[in-house]
């Protein structure tokens, strides 16, 4: 083999529309595989006599069999798919390279039997690397399931806030890339090799510590040449026809039927491009592998052969888009609909307006227009109830200060610095009175049930300010506890509860709670469907990027939770001003 490996993969270009096949059918199989593990779990849930286990429910995984039994289900839906995908990615690249045309099942059948290398605590410690930290970190290899699973926004939200935390992540990153590097050939000598995972490893750091100049700059030539591919996709099926359509002069159906028809054309040329890159970065990891090897082994371009087929299959293809685009077009506000009706909910009173959950707070809420604003409540050590989201005051204040363990005289002593006017004196630190009062018949509250003193005694004490100012229409009592919810859905049911949710496995709907406010990254248009099928509502928490503004508001979700006040208005307000491009581009990327 020549050392010069770089521009090799150019002549497999032959071989993408069977690896699209592949894809295809490999994907579909371990979707079934993972969807079965996951009924099991949720019916041995049913047979335990719960709906879901969410992120209010740690206790009950940690402490009960059922818990166990699916946390269990988990990692091995996770293990399976992992190695499963990425080890059949390898004996796919090796395949084509070698042009051995095996079958897809006999593939699917090497890479199932590879499994047996990987059940000991070495083999499960780097299934878990790959397939739970590279996806939450965003580096995830392959189109696993796991690839949406990453930190909640407000974990990020608060690691952005924080220099050395955000130099510490940026540095942990770099890290697990670096490990990632040193040990890239470890399946390869387990597939290819039969090594031990442990022998694998040290097998990958030898040749990689050996030829790193040449490891780096065939992978940096590699990452370049998917980046070009990408800008080419762009720029050829999405820029290009934009302007031209934009520029000549068409009637509104032809020019709805071409920026359909193109678009999707756009958005399934990414797509497939997603699903292509990970079988070309197997093979070029594989032709680096043999050549640092130096395994004396004969790479077989691939033929010709099927250019009539793959032709006639891409004209269909194409063919089948338009047909679908000029149908589209024909009902194109009932395809395309703006959808603004979800209210806008001040993140701790006033989102970013300024200090969070102050009466200022309150009041600029109100002047700006939001809909409803979300307060935390927390007990004192003297049984007054303030509204403070934070255990500890030095944050707001500059000074430590554990809200639970002074009593209210103390915590008036405390001044909030004034985040969105430093120049001006800040808030003492609201009572829950205080933001009743300031709220009553101007806008409705969230009332978070918070922290450590969030129990039935606090239900009751709230419950009670807020009947007494005849109020109770005017607000939702929400908490992170389970136990909380059930308790208000028992004694008052004629309060609105909304449980809140950061993670959860089952089914989410059949909790209990009027409303279900759901972590961004956990909720799906298919789980906003059958929570509304069963009358309640959802909201979706803390959304503060123009992109995800504008995605939760085309969608059927009825609130959502920001801190750019300001902005999610303005966007709510003009949303409907959309251009037909923008309006499609927004439904195509919704689906996906």
């Not at 799906?524 to 990027?545: A, Q």
């Amino acid at each position: 083999m020549k050392a010069n490996r770089e521009d090799s993969l150019v002549k497999f270009f032959h071989s993408i529309p069977s690896i699209l096949i592949y894809q295809i059918i490999t994907k579909s199989l371990l979707y079934v595989i993972v969807s079965l593990l996951k009924q099991a779990a949720l019916l041995y849930l049913y047979h335990a006599g719960r709906s879901a286990i969410t992120s209010g429910d740690l206790p009950y995984i940690l402490r009960t069999k059922e818990g166990w039994v699916v946390m269990i289900i988990g990692l091995v839906s996770v293990f399976i798919y992992t190695v499963f995908d990425i080890n059949a990615m390898f004996i796919l690249s090796d395949n084509i390279l070698h042009g051995k045309k095996k079958p897809w099942w006999i593939i699917l059948k090497e890479a199932f039997i590879s499994l047996k290398y990987f059940w000991h605590p070495q083999g499960l410690f780097v299934t878990l690397y790959m397939g739970l930290l590279g996806p939450l970190i965003g580096t995830a290899f392959g189109l696993s399931f796991m690839i949406g699973f990453s930190a909640p926004n407000f974990v990020l939200k608060y690691i952005s806030a924080n220099l050395w935390l955000r130099v510490l992540v940026f540095c942990g990153v770099m890290l697990y890339l670096f490990v990632v590097g040193i040990y890239i050939f470890t399946l390869l000598y387990v597939i290819f090799q039969h090594q031990k995972i442990n022998v694998g490893m040290k097998s990958s750091r030898y040749i990689v510590t050996r030829n790193w100049k040449s490891f780096l700059k065939s992978m940096i030539g590699f990452l370049l040449a998917a980046i070009l591919v990408e800008g080419a996709v762009t720029v050829g099926l999405y820029v290009l026809p934009m302007w031209a359509i934009n520029t000549l002069s068409l009637s509104l159906y032809v020019s709805r039927v071409l920026k359909i028809f193109f678009i999707a054309l756009f958005v399934v040329g990414s797509y497939l491009f997603i699903l292509l890159f990970c079988p070309f970065f197997a093979m070029k990891i594989t032709v680096l592998f043999e050549y640092y090897e130096k395994m004396q082994t004969t790479v077989i371009y691939p033929t010709r052969q099927n250019k009539k087929r793959n032709r006639v299959a891409g004209t269909l293809c194409i063919l089948t888009l338009f047909v679908a685009s000029t149908i589209c077009a024909n009902r194109f506000d009932v395809v395309f609909p703006v959808r603004n009706s979800a209210k806008i909910v001040a993140h701790r009173a006033g989102g970013n307006l300024t200090t969070e959950n102050t009466l200022q707070g309150i009041n600029e809420a109100i002047a700006h227009g939001a809909d409803v604003a979300e307060i935390d409540v927390q007990r004192t050590v003297d049984g007054h109830y303030i509204v403070c989201h934070d255990s500890d005051l030095e944050r707001l204040t500059g000074e430590k200060g554990d809200p639970k363990a002074l009593t209210l005289e103390e915590i008036k002593e405390y001044r909030i610095i004034n985040t969105a006017r430093p120049w001006e004196d800040g808030d003492e630190i609201a009572t829950l009175e205080e933001i009743l009062d300031a709220a009553k018949g101007n806008i409705d509250l969230f009332i978070e049930l918070k922290g450590k003193t969030a129990d039935e005694q606090m239900v009751e004490d709230v419950y009670k300010m807020v009947k007494e100012r005849d109020m109770l229409s005017q607000c939702v009592f929400t908490c992170f506890y389970y136990r909380i919810i059930e308790y208000i859905e028992e004694t008052h049911p004629e309060i609105e509860t909304g449980y809140l949710v950061y993670f959860s496995f089952g089914n989410l709907e059949e909790m209990s709670g009027d409303d279900l406010f759901v972590e961004t990254e956990c909720l799906s248009e298919s789980e906003i469907d059958r929570i509304h099928n069963l009358g309640k509502k959802v909201g979706v928490w803390t959304v503060n990027t123009s992109s995800d503004l504008k995605l939760w508001l085309l969608s059927d979700v009825d609130y959502i939770v920001t801190d750019e006040i300001r902005g999610a208005l303005a966007l709510k307000r003009f949303l409907h001003l959309d251009d037909d491009e923008e309006r499609i581009m927004d439904a195509m990327f919704l689906l996906m």
